[in-house]
């Protein structure tokens, strides 16, 4: 199989497009590892295997020390690095000060740095690769989650001059998301009508399912990418089909 034997570790992979992302790499032959403040409500598997699950808060680096050291302890590589926790509430800037915005910078931009810099040897030891989690809010204005689109801008940067810095031994790529089906989708979209309205703004008339991402994830990190690196690959459906479109009062029938 495509990553028989190769180590990956999924950082927030119990629920969400985390528990898809491990899904996709336990299909593709490799053990897994996620990990989390608290455990899966159900374990996470596919393919008749299971995802090995370890504590931790990843916002504290002796945490992180500690993680990858149990990782050593049970299979002494680590190959693939999914930097996937990350996330942020609803809040209008005017509606926070600035220390509770660096909190969300801190989730979605020092924890993948703080983790990756500790995997980095390991990494190096296996010309193993990182894959960052971004987001099309990092492209576009994300009114409401203005610090996580530019935590997720700058995680896209820093994976860029970490394919630099960390090559020829380590690839180092972004998978830039949009919309993706999980279990907190209604806290976003509303109840399953909200999710299905949501899903008509995109081309392809549907949120991402958590399995597809892991897909995309496992392709940058086999050998069918050995050439990627420093990439951002979109994971959007298509996109957004551009708002003046739509109210424009000539050609409107595409
Ligand atoms: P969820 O909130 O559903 O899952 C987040 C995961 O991260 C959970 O496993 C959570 O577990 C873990 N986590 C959060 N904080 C920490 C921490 N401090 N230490 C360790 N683990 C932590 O998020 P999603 O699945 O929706 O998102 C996953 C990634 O995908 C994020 O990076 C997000 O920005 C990105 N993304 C998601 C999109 C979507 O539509 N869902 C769109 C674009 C990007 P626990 O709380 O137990 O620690």
Redesign the pocket.
């Known amino acids: 199989m495509e990553l028989d034997g190769r180590v990956t570790v999924v950082?927030?992979?119990?629920?969400?497009?985390?528990?898809?992302i491990a899904r996709a790499f336990l299909r593709a032959g490799a053990h897994v590892v996620?990990?989390?403040?608290?455990?899966?409500d159900e374990p996470v598997a596919a393919a008749g295997r299971t995802a090995v699950f370890e504590p931790?808060?990843?916002?504290?680096p002796a945490?992180v020390d500690d993680l990858l050291a149990r990782v050593d302890a049970r299979f002494g590589r680590l190959d693939v690095l999914v930097?996937?926790?990350?996330?942020?509430p609803y809040r209008l800037l005017g509606e926070g000060d600035a220390a509770r915005h660096a909190r969300v910078v801190e989730?979605?931009l020092t924890?993948p740095l703080t983790v990756s810099l500790a995997a980095h040897a390991r990494l190096r030891a296996a010309h193993g690769s990182v894959v960052m989690?971004?987001?099309?809010?990092g492209t576009r204005p994300s009114p409401g989650t203005a610090a996580?689109g530019a935590a997720?801008a700058g995680l896209a940067n820093l994976a860029r001059s970490m394919a630099v810095e960390w090559a020829p031994e380590v690839r180092v790529n972004t998978l830039?998301?949009?919309?993706?089906?999980?279990?907190?989708?209604h806290l976003?979209y509303g109840d399953a009508d909200g999710v299905a309205a949501v899903g008509r703004t995109v081309p392809l008339g549907r949120?991402?399912e958590?399995d597809e991402?892991g897909e995309a994830a496992v392709f940058l990190a086999s050998g069918r990418a050995g050439y990627v690196s420093g990439a951002s690959l979109l994971v959007h459906g298509g996109g957004e089909r551009p708002a003046f479109l739509d109210a424009a009062t000539v050609n409107k029938e595409s």
């Open positions: 950082t927030g992979g119990t629920r969400g497009v985390g528990a898809g996620v990990c989390a403040r608290r455990p899966p931790a808060d990843l916002r504290d945490a930097n996937n926790a990350g996330g942020s989730l979605n924890l989690i971004g987001s099309v809010s996580y997720k830039v998301l949009g919309m993706v089906r999980t279990e907190l989708s976003h949120l991402a958590p991402i």
